[in-house]
């Protein structure tokens, strides 16, 4: 395990604690998607996590250490992208990289391979400040991989992204985990999650309410449903029938055998219909 | 360690320069060099208190004076004394007073001018000169003999024109003061981008983060002295006094100025503690002009050493302990405020997730 977090409680001094007893484990080589609504714990868990917030209670290790004792040494082998893009807005994109590059004690990627990579080549000697909020976004993920990380740790990498980025974003994690990074995705973007994501856990109101691979929650929340386009008096009608309902499923067996079928298609309930269907809240 | 602080603190220079507080240092800088120069005059003409002991039977010199007084030709206070006690008396009560005994049995024989010590060569000059001109007709013929003597001899014996010995405020204030505000502005400009935050998931530590954004500030420091000091007293000084102590002033002051800026989370609620720290660390300026003003409390400001050590470098009066002991209690001063600068951001960013 890369990951292993073990009763974790969180508290800001509320009355509810913002990480309420969360316990899971990710492994090496894994997408791991921590999924949940604005205030579900997110966040908190993953500055835990990074050592940005202090471990109150329960037990975190990260790469085989403790979170209550990690030296900075551990942040030789993490990368961290953050939801808002952190950056020197003076220096240029280059400058910023190359900062990063200096800071850590092991061997580093090339700055400028990088920003090839994200697609910033061109404007590697531009000052950040006159960067797209999408150029912003790749910079901040470049940054995170500067150190080759073994885990990576992606907050809502995709927010305010168009579509294109959004698909690239999609491709260049894919990438990293073939190569055999661990990444730790905390998102509220299902779609993104569905795409991407080994296993997933829903948050809610600081405690994990699901956890299993999307495929696996989808098939136990989710209702198994069929769209079926058939004639009548030659007019081209279109019902939705659910697997799980006796009655419904007698209509598909009918249509079925009277021949008049044109179209037929499984449909699969979404994470996000299952998220809702877990918690009753919807995620945004 | 020393890479990530060569790092830190070149990345730092560079967003002094980008951010445009270069432009602003040197360009105060200039106006300084302008106010020293043009502005501030050599010597500041203070209507001197003259304490007269005519010993003669005639009084004839106590009689020029209170004409000249009341004619209005003699821009001075005139004190009458008549005993040696009564002078000695007179001339303590005030550092700014000039004695004036008149020696003689009838007619004036002799004049002893009494300084305090501190009154530089080229007024003393003026002062007799113009005595004998005055006095010299007195004694008809016969030639009157003049004297000086010094109540605190090599109290100040070669004291500098009044516009450079505001040098040392004005390099205090330019390199430690505007430092203060300059770094300030500079943390929460990290602070506001984030930047401060994604340092931290880096193996960089704050040692370094803080060392450096000190160091960055010193060297800015550096320029607006260089800049100063030799546009106004040229290269003849003790450069390497004068550029330590300005570099090592100007850490510690960031570092306090680091620690106080911690605590607040935007640059306008850290403004009135900024305006208040920048008061109290200037206050011993108020012991330099008035040198009998240093109560304990005070000396112990880190800003106190500074600006009396600058003095001694830019003014040597032989006192090399003032200018080693300033060094020294800087130096202290640095020891004990870097941990404590750590240990208070370690806190405050750990518990605010900054």
Same mark, same amino acid.
């Given at each position: 395990?890369?990951?292993?977090?073990?009763?974790?409680?969180?508290?800001?001094?509320?009355?509810?604690?913002?990480?309420?007893?969360?316990?899971?484990?990710?492994?090496?080589?894994? *997408?791991?998607?921590?999924?949940?609504?604005?205030?579900?714990?997110?966040?908190?868990?993953?500055?835990?996590?990074?050592?940005?917030?202090?471990?109150?209670?329960?037990?975190?290790?990260?790469?085989?250490?403790?979170? $209550?004792?990690?030296?900075?040494?551990?942040?030789?082998?993490?990368?961290?992208?953050?939801?808002?893009?952190?950056?020197?807005?003076?220096?240029?994109?280059?400058?910023?990289?190359?900062?990063?590059?200096?800071?850590?004690?092991?061997?580093?990627?090339?700055?400028?391979?990088?920003?090839?990579?994200?697609?910033?080549?061109?404007?590697?000697?531009?000052?950040?400040?006159?960067?797209?909020?999408?150029?912003?976004?790749?910079?901040?993920?470049?940054?995170?991989?500067?150190?080759?990380?073994?885990?990576?740790?992606?907050?809502?990498?995709?927010?305010?992204?168009?579509?294109?980025?959004?698909?690239?974003?999609?491709?260049?994690?894919?990438?990293?985990?073939?190569?055999?990074?661990?990444?730790?995705?905390?998102?509220?973007?299902?779609?993104?999650?569905?795409?991407?994501?080994? $296993?997933?856990?829903?948050?809610?109101?600081?405690?994990?309410?699901?956890?299993?691979?999307?495929?696996?929650?989808?098939?136990?929340?989710?209702?198994?449903?069929?769209?079926?386009?058939?004639?009548?008096?030659?007019?081209?009608?279109?019902?939705?029938?659910?697997?799980?309902?006796?009655?419904?499923?007698?209509?598909?067996?009918?249509?079925?055998?009277?021949?008049?079928?044109?179209?037929?298609?499984?449909?699969?309930?979404?994470?996000?219909?299952?998220?809702?269907?877990?918690?009753?809240?919807?995620?945004? | 360690?020393?890479?990530?602080?060569?790092?830190?603190?070149?990345?730092?220079?560079?967003?002094?320069?980008?951010?445009?507080?270069?432009?602003?240092?040197?360009?105060?800088?200039?106006?300084?060099?302008?106010?020293?120069?043009?502005?501030?005059?050599?010597?500041?003409?203070?209507?001197?208190?003259?304490?007269?002991?005519?010993?003669?039977?005639?009084?004839?010199?106590? $009689?020029?004076?209170?004409?000249?007084?009341?004619?209005?030709?003699?821009?001075?206070?005139?004190?009458?004394?008549?005993?040696?006690?009564?002078?000695?008396?007179?001339?303590?009560?005030?550092?700014?007073?000039?004695?004036? $005994?008149?020696?003689?049995?009838?007619?004036?024989?002799?004049?002893?001018?009494?300084?305090?010590?501190?009154?530089?060569?080229?007024?003393?000059?003026?002062?007799?000169?113009?005595?004998?001109?005055?006095?010299?007709?007195?004694?008809?013929?016969?030639?009157?003999?003049?004297?000086?003597?010094?109540?605190?001899?090599?109290?100040?014996?070669?004291?500098?024109?009044?516009?450079?010995?505001?040098?040392?405020?004005?390099?205090?204030?330019?390199?430690?003061?505007?430092?203060?505000?300059?770094?300030?502005?500079?943390?929460?400009?990290?602070?506001?981008?984030?930047?401060?935050?994604?340092?931290?998931?880096?193996?960089?530590?704050?040692?370094?983060?803080?060392?450096?954004?000190?160091?960055?500030?010193?060297?800015?420091?550096?320029?607006?002295?260089?800049?100063?000091?030799?546009?106004?007293?040229?290269?003849?000084?003790?450069?390497?006094? *004068?550029?330590?102590?300005?570099?090592?002033?100007?850490?510690?002051?960031?570092?306090?100025?680091?620690?106080?800026?911690?605590?607040?989370?935007?640059?306008?609620?850290?403004?009135?503690?900024?305006?208040?720290?920048?008061?109290?660390?200037?206050?011993?300026?108020?012991?330099?002009?008035?040198?009998?003003?240093?109560?304990?409390?005070?000396?112990?400001?880190?800003?106190?050493?500074?600006?009396?050590?600058?003095?001694?470098?830019?003014?040597?009066?032989?006192?090399?302990?003032?200018?080693?002991?300033?060094?020294?209690?800087?130096?202290?001063?640095?020891?004990?405020?870097?941990?404590?600068?750590?240990?208070?951001?370690?806190?405050?960013?750990?518990?605010?997730?900054?």
């Amino acid at each position: 395990m890369v990951i292993k977090v073990e009763e974790l409680y969180y508290s800001y001094g509320g009355e509810r604690n913002a990480v309420d007893g969360i316990s899971f484990e990710v492994e090496k080589g894994e *997408i791991f998607g921590f999924l949940g609504p604005n205030g579900a714990g997110k966040s908190t868990t993953q500055n835990v996590l990074t050592g940005l917030l202090p471990v109150q209670k329960g037990r975190v290790e990260v790469a085989g250490r403790d979170m $209550r004792r990690a030296g900075h040494d551990l942040y030789n082998l993490i990368g961290v992208s953050f939801e808002n893009p952190n950056i020197y807005l003076r220096l240029t994109g280059l400058e910023n990289l190359q900062f990063f590059a200096s800071l850590y004690d092991r061997e580093t990627a090339d700055p400028m391979s990088l920003l090839r990579k994200v697609g910033l080549e061109e404007a590697a000697h531009q000052r950040v400040a006159a960067y797209s909020k999408g150029m912003r976004q790749k910079l901040v993920l470049a940054r995170s991989l500067v150190n080759r990380p073994e885990i990576w740790f992606l907050d809502e990498p995709t927010a305010g992204l168009d579509p294109t980025t959004t698909q690239w974003v999609i491709d260049l994690v894919r990438e990293k985990r073939d190569e055999g990074t661990t990444v730790f995705l905390t998102t509220h973007n299902m779609h993104v999650a569905d795409a991407l994501c080994d $296993r997933v856990a829903f948050l809610n109101e600081g405690r994990i309410v699901a956890m299993d691979t999307p495929r696996n929650l989808k098939l136990r929340y989710g209702e198994k449903l069929v769209t079926v386009e058939h004639r009548r008096d030659g007019r081209l009608e279109r019902e939705v029938l659910s697997l799980s309902d006796e009655r419904e499923r007698e209509r598909l067996a009918e249509l079925v055998r009277l021949g008049r079928l044109e179209t037929i298609h499984s449909e699969e309930a979404t994470l996000e219909e299952v998220f809702i269907k877990v918690t009753g809240r919807a995620l945004q | 360690m020393v890479h990530r602080f060569l790092t830190l603190t070149a990345k730092d220079l560079r967003l002094i320069v980008r951010g445009h507080m270069l432009t602003v240092v040197v360009a105060v800088a200039l106006i300084y060099v302008g106010l020293v120069n043009f502005v501030v005059p050599e010597d500041v003409i203070v209507k001197p208190t003259v304490v007269l002991w005519d010993q003669t039977t005639v009084q004839s010199v106590r $009689r020029l004076f209170e004409a000249a007084v009341d004619g209005g030709a003699a821009d001075a206070e005139i004190i009458l004394v008549d005993t040696e006690a009564a002078f000695e008396e007179a001339m303590a009560v005030h550092g700014n007073r000039l004695g004036l $005994r008149v020696e003689g049995g009838e007619t004036p024989e002799r004049v002893v001018v009494t300084y305090q010590g501190h009154e530089n060569p080229e007024v003393r000059r003026l002062l007799e000169a113009s005595l004998r001109q005055q006095l010299g007709p007195l004694r008809g013929e016969a030639p009157l003999t003049f004297a000086t003597e010094t109540l605190q001899p090599g109290t100040a014996p070669e004291r500098p024109p009044f516009n450079l010995s505001l040098l040392p405020i004005l390099i205090f204030t330019e390199a430690g003061m505007i430092g203060l505000l300059l770094a300030a502005a500079l943390f929460y400009s990290e602070k506001t981008e984030g930047t401060l935050r994604a340092y931290r998931v880096t193996p960089g530590g704050l040692t370094e983060y803080l060392l450096a954004k000190s160091v960055a500030m010193g060297l800015l420091g550096l320029v607006s002295t260089t800049i100063v000091t030799l546009f106004t007293v040229g290269l003849d000084v003790n450069w390497p006094a *004068i550029l330590g102590v300005v570099f090592l002033s100007a850490v510690v002051v960031t570092l306090v100025t680091l620690v106080a800026a911690n605590m607040f989370q935007t640059i306008s609620q850290f403004l009135f503690t900024g305006v208040l720290l920048n008061l109290v660390l200037a206050l011993p300026t108020v012991s330099y002009f008035l040198p009998g003003f240093a109560p304990v409390w005070l000396r112990w400001l880190p800003t106190y050493p500074m600006i009396f050590a600058l003095r001694e470098a830019y003014f040597p009066t032989g006192a090399e302990a003032v200018l080693t002991g300033a060094v020294g209690q800087i130096l202290l001063t640095l020891v004990v405020v870097l941990p404590l600068a750590v240990l208070a951001f370690r806190r405050r960013l750990i518990a605010r997730d900054v």
